[in-house]
């Protein structure tokens, strides 16, 4: 299957730092991206949808200014948490969906995740 | 938008016995119905998926079913092992846009 790997895997920061997670396809091109946010036992919550070479659409709730989200190159999409706050502090996944002409095209792949922590 | 909704939350069988997990959704629209095994502090694994033109999906000791008139479908897993305890969430969405999730269930095998 597709490799999605996710950088970095831990991060600890102060309160009010901006913190940049990186996802990557590695084996393929990957023109919509996905990123979720779960809290330790609960479900993952859709945050905002990446798509390559235009403005991520984000759920409602969610604050774009707050979370910016790059998709500049096929393989590359970045979350950065601005301003971060100790309710930041969560396992943050991303995914990646596969071409349409993989047999898997409908699957979405998904990184590692980042667990963040704010202090 | 799409609201799924999934039980129990919890479920604890005895090793080789069957496990059943149920979820329903809201949106008539959706087509696409992954489940996913997550472990603790690890990635979810996509342990098989139905689309909304078949009713049943098989895959050795994991099999899903859909009722797309009551827009419900589960998953069901024989002969449990212990290694089949993790958490396990349903999802649907439409061409695999806007992917939502269920609450996750955490499934434990006994030995």
């Known amino acids: 299957g597709a490799v999605v790997s996710q950088h970095p895997s831990r991060v600890i920061c102060k309160s009010g730092t901006s913190v940049k997670i990186e996802c990557r396809s590695l084996?393929?091109?990957?023109?919509?991206m996905f990123w979720y946010r779960q809290f330790p036992k609960k479900s993952l919550m859709l945050m905002a949808t990446?798509?390559?070479?235009?403005?991520?659409?984000?759920e409602q709730g969610v604050e774009k200014d707050k979370f910016l989200i790059n998709h500049a190159s096929l393989t590359l999409s970045t979350l950065t948490v601005t301003s971060a706050h100790p309710e930041d502090s969560s396992f943050y996944i991303c995914s990646a969906r596969a071409p349409r002409d993989r047999s898997t095209s409908n699957e979405q792949f998904f990184g590692p995740g980042t667990r963040l922590t704010v202090l | 938008g799409e609201n799924v909704e999934q039980h129990p939350s919890t479920l604890s069988v005895q090793e080789g016995d069957s496990a059943v997990i149920k979820c329903t959704y809201s949106?008539?629209?959706?087509?696409?119905f992954p489940w996913y095994k997550q472990e603790l502090g690890k990635r979810p694994q996509l342990i098989i998926d139905?689309?909304?033109?078949?009713g049943e999906k098989k895959d050795q000791r994991i099999a899903v079913t859909l009722n797309k008139t009551a827009k419900h479908f589960s998953l069901h897993i024989t002969e449990t092992q212990p290694e089949d305890s993790a958490v396990y969430f349903c999802?649907?969405?439409?061409?695999?846009?806007?992917?939502?999730f269920g609450a996750g269930t955490r499934l434990t095998v006994k030995p």
């Open positions: 949106d008539s629209a959706s087509n696409y």
């Open positions: 999802a649907a969405t439409l061409n695999n846009n806007d992917m939502r």
């Open positions: 139905i689309r909304s033109n078949v």
């Open positions: 990446s798509n390559e070479g235009s403005k991520a659409t984000y």
């Open positions: 084996d393929f091109q990957a023109t919509t």
